[in-house]
């Protein structure tokens, strides 16, 4: 029989048994897709989403066709599939499981990308090309006169390389990546008013409008200031139904204007100048060679609470974005509502972008794709951010990375730190985990010499840490103490409302007793039969073993 592209697709479905791809052919029109795209394919009586992870040639006798591609180019590249496949592995999962987790959530949805050229080249882009290999001059010059063109495009023009060039280039600032996709919102618009009619017309109208009060301050307003958004008409308290007249008796006018979604330009924020401490300084001369090196180094941050971590990451994602390259920022589920969004945002504005669990999936999908069109530069999120799409990942930060919230309940339970571990490895990139109160294997490891231990022992302004005591009850006994609050506790509780300040006492746990001791020697009764600590219960005046039910 005759030759034909064969790919073999993973396909994006539950079952657990599915854990091999099926093999589909590609029909002439769809010769462009290769490993990494997502497609559409016949799968029993439906039609499934798949990921394509080989293609060869071979013989398409008895195999059904691939229908159509959701995107213009891969989806996954080279180290996501890479990932994906170290996921499964190591966690146990399905292929399927494993490469879900790079997809939004929204099968099918269909997107296209272009390649555009920028405009004028500076000096130093343009030496650059000069000492480079000729196809990246070649690409660009190809995209300078025929304007944007895709992927499978340009890969038919310059060959197998173009991938790689055409990462570089984006990198450098040369070329531009833009994605669209095909459900995205309609366009959005505002309604402002503004005058129909001259001032002088205007200015005398004023008179003629004494009985109608409303009507004249809106005059007045837009004498005053050429037009009126919606903002200003609702903060100056005037109802639409008063520019609705005003427009029949013909002196207001409304236009429509589109609403745009700022991209980033870096003068709009306001760049807070922090003086960084010396200890800051010192972590950040470890980091920022890492960064500039482009190696995968991993280091773990052990910063007391107050010490100032989060303007040491700001720092570094600085350095990562003036290479170009992107940043994750993973916090913990809970942190995601507090000040390092805002510290970040205050810092990077519409670069950020946050990922969260309340997105809709539509949202999300519309924030993956600003990450992989490289339109939005840094992403701040919780566990499933580590899976952000980010075509050229400098950094990968943890915070706070001894969070069991890191992990994933569900399968495939992966652990967030070791994915992104993995993730750095793989593209070259930094990973920063940060921590008042490390991790024992994380320490263990940076002690072993695995990852780089860093340290920030004091806190900013010389700040105090709070003071912490340990007290031993037993010696209270000996006193002849046989209250549950120890002395000094009782005091110190006794100050504090003395001030008029409060108090919260923390007790780890309800119910009566989970242990009974021996307050002369601190013995627990435990159970004979397990060894486990035996729990009191005041109902019967009973020791009960949790365990064996002894």
């Known amino acids: 029989g005759c030759m034909a592209k064969i790919a073999d697709v993973i396909v994006n479905l539950t079952p657990r048994n599915l854990n091999k791809p099926f093999s589909y052919f590609l029909p002439d029109e769809l010769s462009q897709v290769g490993v990494g795209w ?29 229908l159509e591609t959701l995107d213009d180019e891969p989806w996954f590249d080279q180290h996501m599939l890479e990932l994906a496949s170290w996921l499964s592995r190591y966690y146990l999962c399905s292929p399927a499981d494993a490469m879900r987790l790079f997809i939004p959530g929204k099968a099918g949805v269909k997107s296209s990308t272009v390649y555009q050229a920028s405009g004028g080249l500076t000096m130093e882009q343009q030496s650059y090309l000069a000492a480079r290999r000729s196809i990246y001059r070649d690409v660009c010059d190809f995209l300078q006169e025929n304007g944007p063109k895709t992927l499978p495009q340009l890969t038919g023009q310059f060959g197998s390389e173009t991938e790689g060039a055409l990462r570089l280039l984006v990198r450098q600032g040369l070329v531009h990546k833009e994605v669209t996709t095909r459900h995205t919102a309609k366009p959005q618009y505002r309604t402002d008013w503004r005058l129909a009619v001259s001032r002088e017309e205007g200015e005398a109208l004023l008179a003629s409008l004494k009985g109608k009060p409303a009507q004249a301050r809106l005059l007045e307003e837009l004498l005053h200031r050429d037009r009126l958004t919606p903002d200003q008409m609702k903060e100056l308290k005037i109802s639409g139904a008063t520019a609705n007249s005003a427009a029949k008796a013909g002196w207001a006018v409304a236009e429509k204007v589109r609403l745009y979604r700022d991209s980033y330009s870096g003068d709009q924020c306001a760049v807070r100048q922090f003086n960084l401490t010396a200890q800051q300084q010192a972590v950040l001369a470890e980091i920022i060679p890492a960064l500039t090196d482009g190696n995968h180094v991993s280091f773990l941050l052990h910063g007391v609470t107050g010490s100032g971590k989060t303007q040491v990451y700001i720092e570094a994602v600085t350095e990562a974005r003036r290479q170009n390259r992107q940043a994750v920022i993973l916090v913990p ?50 566990r499933s951010a580590i899976f952000a799409p980010v075509a050229d990942p400098g950094i990968f930060i943890i915070d706070e990375e001894q969070e069991f919230t890191y992990k994933q309940e569900e399968s495939p339970r992966y652990h967030t730190r070791e994915v992104a571990l993995r993730r750095g490895a ?49 010696e209270e006994l000996k006193t002849g103490r046989r209250s549950v609050l120890s002395e000094p506790l009782a005091q110190l509780l006794t100050e504090t409302v003395a001030k008029g300040e409060q108090a919260i006492v ?9 242990f009974v001791m021996c307050r002369e020697c601190g013995h627990v009764m435990s159970c004979r039969h397990c060894a486990v600590s035996l729990v009191y219960h005041a109902s019967g005046g009973a020791l009960r073993c949790h365990y064996c039910g002894g």
């Open 38 to 66: 997502r497609v559409l394919v016949p799968f029993g009586s439906r039609t499934a989403e798949g990921f394509v992870v080989t293609v060869s040639e071979g013989n398409p006798e008895g195999l059904k066709a691939v």
């Open 333 to 382: 589920e809970i942190a995601l509502t507090g000040q390092i969004v805002n510290r970040f945002k205050e810092r990077f504005g519409d670069d950020v972008v946050v990922l969260h669990s309340r997105l809709s999936v539509g949202e999300r999908y519309d924030t993956w794709q600003r990450l992989r069109s490289g339109e939005a530069g840094i992403v701040i999120g919780a």
């Open 426 to 474: 793989l593209a070259g990139a930094v990973v920063l985990m940060g921590s008042a109160t490390p991790s024992v294997e994380s320490y263990h490891l940076a002690l072993q010499g695995k990852h780089r231990l860093l340290a920030m022992p004091d806190r900013i302004d010389g700040a105090f840490l709070p003071e912490v005591k340990i007290v031993d009850m037993r």
């Open 506 to 514: 923390l007790l780890n746990r309800r119910g009566y007793s989970t």
